[in-house]
């Protein structure tokens, strides 16, 4: 099974050598976060790329604020380890203008027992003479290092074709998809114990003094023959200091998961209920285009009977009621309760948001639906539907043709989206349509063709 997933190439090493601008030139665009404002970090990103025909991730494994000696130490350490472990090959970044420090020997000597799958690259080998003095990183002791330069670009097609030569051969599988589920939520709503319920392990560097916060990362995890990787949105930075600082980063933190991800899981502490806060996340995702579930979580901590659940999503759906179309699950990261229920659920959601519907169903569907109910006359002429088309995903995108694209009533809108999550039981996942004049002349209206049948 682990074959079929694409290897990784993980860039490792301490803050500040690079590995965001290197990982953003080998993938030649800005994905990672390299924002001028303080109190903003980057995300750990994977990202797929092909180069010479071969097909690899390359993984960031971001960065860390300077902080406590020891901490950071122990926590590249721990980065550094699960990484080291998962990925295919480990690019080791040194800086080649600060030469090799303390921290960078301190890597070093934890990577040598992956030397076979190690490359010992130098960034900011900006110009010839910062070239030659990279002999210096011999005495990490993994050999000879590779000169380049992120920010000029040197050697990186050169750095590609090695890292390609490394990567196996995938020529007759096709790569799993990477499902990818932002955990949003407001602090304390469980995001990190949810990953580390579901990967097992911690990932987060938690510090629990008040101030103090954790950095986001990605992780990703192999379930069920599916590859997942959760974008955990936790902290927020010493920065933010003010109410509305807070509630700034927090949006902007967000947005930046939302972009990311396919489906976004928003964890709802039922400790303290649903708030307007957790709604608008929702709206966010929604609006986005994104993949939508909620998670109760803290379930452990409600008490119930076997109503209580449905009766929560009752009310939840009355509250706002654009939620009847994504599911809620209760679940407790912290009891592991039902912890994999997330993953199949966003699996599941991920299935909808790339599916392309039969085209006979879809008009079907639009017949069935417009005769049951038909719209309401506009200046007395009837409203005819004539195709309803497919246009793209995620998520999924129609265009129906009708006599009066402009007249459609809101409420019509609404009840022909409520049906067609009843026909295509497509939960979790936006649709739009959009109305358009029909083109071709000729064309049957579908609601009178069965009519007449
Ligand atoms: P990371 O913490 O290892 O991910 O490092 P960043 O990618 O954030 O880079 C840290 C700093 O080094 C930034 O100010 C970059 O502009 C700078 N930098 C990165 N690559 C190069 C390079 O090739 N040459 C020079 N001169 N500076 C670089
Ligand atoms: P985050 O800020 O959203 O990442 O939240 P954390 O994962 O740090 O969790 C905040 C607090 O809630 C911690 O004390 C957790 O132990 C606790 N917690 C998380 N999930 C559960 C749960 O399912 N049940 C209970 N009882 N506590 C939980």
């Known amino acids: 099974m682990k074959k079929e997933m694409l290897p990784i190439v993980a860039l490792v090493g301490r803050p500040n050598v690079g590995k965001s601008s290197l990982f953003n030139r080998l993938l030649k665009r800005k994905i990672a976060i390299t924002s001028d404002i303080s109190g903003t970090t980057r995300?750990?990103?994977?990202?797929?790329?092909?180069w010479n025909h071969k097909h690899f991730l390359v993984a960031d494994t971001g960065g860390l604020l300077p902080g406590e000696k020891e901490k950071v130490v122990g926590f590249i350490r721990q980065q550094v380890l699960k990484t080291a472990e998962e990925a295919e090959l480990i690019l080791l970044i040194v800086d080649a203008q600060t030469g090799p420090t303390d921290l960078d020997l301190a890597v070093a000597r934890e990577l040598k027992r992956y030397r076979h799958k190690l490359l010992l690259v130098a960034n900011k080998a900006d110009n010839e003479s910062l070239q030659s003095e990279c002999y210096r990183f011999l005495q990490l002791g993994l050999g000879e290092s590779f000169p380049v330069s992120a920010t000029h670009g040197i050697g990186a097609a050169d750095l590609l074709d090695v890292i390609a030569e490394k990567m196996?051969?995938?020529?007759?599988v096709v790569p799993v998809p990477i499902i990818r589920i932002a955990l949003l939520g407001r602090p304390n709503s469980g995001k990190s114990t949810l990953v580390n319920a579901l990967t097992g392990q911690e990932n987060a560097m938690t510090d629990d003094r008040p101030g103090t916060t954790r950095d986001s990362v990605d992780t990703i995890l192999d379930f069920n023959g599916k590859r997942f990787c959760l974008i955990d949105t936790a902290g927020l930075r010493k920065a933010a200091k003010t109410k509305e600082d807070i509630e700034f980063?927090?949006?902007?933190?967000?947005?930046q998961s939302l972009e990311r991800c396919d489906i976004a899981a928003v964890l709802v502490d039922m400790e303290k209920g649903v708030e307007e806060q957790d709604v608008n996340v929702m709206q966010m995702?929604?609006?986005?285009g994104k993949g939508l579930f909620v998670v109760l979580n803290k379930w452990d901590t409600v008490e119930k009977d076997s109503h209580t659940f449905d009766k929560l999503v009752k009310e939840l759906d009355y509250q706002a009621a654009f939620l009847a179309h994504y599911p809620k699950i209760a679940v407790s990261a912290l009891t592991k309760l039902r912890a994999t229920r997330v993953l199949d659920m966003a699996c599941q959601i991920h299935d909808h948001l790339f599916h392309r519907f039969d085209q006979n169903e879809l008009e079907n569907f639009l017949t069935d639906t417009a005769l049951r109910h038909p719209h309401p006359m506009v200046f007395g002429k009837t409203v005819s539907f004539y195709s309803i088309l497919q246009r793209e995903n995620p998520p999924p995108f129609f265009d129906i043709t009708t006599s009066h694209p402009k007249d459609i009533r809101e409420n019509y809108e609404r009840y022909l989206e409520n049906k067609f999550y009843e026909h295509f039981n497509c939960l979790g996942c936006p649709i739009r349509f959009r109305y358009m004049r029909k083109k071709k002349r000729g064309m049957r209206p579908l609601n009178l063709i069965a009519e007449k049948e």
Do not use: C
Not at 43 to 50: G, I, V
Not at 285 to 288: K, S
């Open 43 to 50: 995300d750990r990103n994977y990202q797929a790329m092909e």
């Open 249 to 255: 980063y927090s949006i902007l933190r967000t947005e």
């Open 168 to 172: 196996p051969q995938m020529s007759e």
């Open 285 to 288: 995702a929604i609006r986005r």
